[in-house]
């Protein structure tokens, strides 16, 4: 099993078998000003776990520190234009 950590605590486990699973603290950091849950924050973090899964699954290497900014800077992004 192959593990990786990346930030919003997002934690990816990709199985023997190749399927995965992803926890994380998105919808938090999508969450709106008064730290109440939207929809549209729910959709980002679901949408970015998604791809972050799908990603690990076919074997691309998220553990790495430039994937790490990249998911940072994406995240900041989205959450100033929801």
Same mark, same amino acid.
């Given at each position: 099993?192959?593990?990786? $950590?990346?930030?919003?605590? &997002?934690?990816?486990?990709?199985?023997? /078998?190749?399927? !995965?699973?992803? +926890?994380?603290?998105? /919808?938090?950091?999508? +969450?709106?000003? /008064?730290?109440?849950? /939207?929809?549209? !924050?729910?959709? %980002?973090?679901?949408?970015?776990? +998604?791809?972050?899964?799908?990603? %690990?699954?076919?074997? &691309?290497? &998220?553990?790495? $520190?430039?994937?790490?900014? !990249?998911?940072?800077? %994406?995240?900041?992004?989205?959450?100033?234009?929801?």
């Amino acid at each position: 099993m192959k593990q990786f $950590a990346l930030p919003f605590n &997002v934690h990816i486990d990709i199985l023997e /078998d190749g399927l !995965g699973r992803i +926890s994380s603290d998105l /919808d938090e950091a999508l +969450s709106a000003a /008064d730290g109440e849950k /939207d929809e549209k !924050g729910i959709a %980002a973090a679901n949408a970015i776990e +998604s791809l972050l899964l799908a990603l %690990a699954c076919a074997g &691309v290497d &998220v553990g790495t $520190a430039e994937f790490s900014t !990249g998911l940072l800077t %994406a995240t900041n992004a989205i959450g100033n234009n929801l």
